[in-house]
């Protein structure tokens, strides 16, 4: 399912920080497998394109639209348990 993002500059800018960039968190939240969360929160993690997999953080608004509130890198064992659950 693909989904609509909400992006602003506060979340476009944090996600920026730690050097990902909003098309391949669009991509990792629309292919990838999200658990649910505390507090109506959702975590998904996957590869970007050249491998680095990263971790996306978000919420859906009323209407479905994906809100992220935060993006990272996972580090290297952060990434081999990911791609073990996936």
Do not use: C
């Not at 997999?53 to 009323?62: A, S």
């Amino acid at each position: 399912m693909l989904h609509d993002f909400r992006w602003i500059d506060w979340n476009i800018e944090k996600i920026e920080k730690h050097g990902v960039f909003a098309p391949a968190v669009e991509a990792v939240v629309n292919t990838g497998s999200p658990r649910k969360m505390s507090g109506g929160r959702y975590t998904v993690a996957g590869p970007m394109p050249g491998g680095l997999w990263i971790q996306v953080v978000y919420t859906l608004d009323d209407d479905g639209t994906v809100f992220v509130l935060h993006a990272r890198s996972l580090t290297p064992d952060e990434a081999k348990r990911a791609r073990r659950r996936r």
